[in-house]
């Protein structure tokens, strides 16, 4: 199966207040966000580190080091959209993409569809090729309480 390829991602960002909290392409309302060079969209971040890792294009802190500042406070979406152009530039188009944030607060599930939407029109694919899933870890580890959120990703790529 030379033609198919798969990828994951995973990803940790601190949480801390008054920080806007950027988790698909959208802002989703909490008294914390991120922490992190960019705007530091953790769902984004394991997108961009699945698909670089089915292409073999090493990871995201390679391609946008976070001492370049260039890349300080920027929309990971334009991020996204420079590893699709990448992937393809490699003769591979995007399968899918399946992602799971883990997150105890706040619950996201309302916001999935708007963020399966951002991700689909920046990728340049079907809403059904995105999938995303949230969880929590049930209050333990840093998760649990609320220091922080992770998120994982896997990516299918085909040769074109």
Known sequence: MKGIRIGQ???VHKL???????L?????????????HSDADVLIHVICDALLG??????????????DPKYKEIDSKILLKEVVALVRQTGYNIGNVDATVCLQSPKIS???PDMVQCLANVMELEENQVSIKATT??????VGREEGVSALAVALIFRA
């Open 24 to 36: 698909g392409g959208i802002i989703i309302p909490h008294h914390s966000g991120a922490l992190g």
């Open 9 to 11: 991602g995973f990803d």
């Open 54 to 67: 089915a292409a073999n294009l090493r990871d995201i802190g390679y391609h946008f080091p976070d001492n």
């Open 110 to 112: 309302k916001y999935i």
């Open 137 to 142: 870890t049930e209050r333990l580890g840093f």
């Open 16 to 22: 801390i207040p008054g920080r806007d909290f950027w």
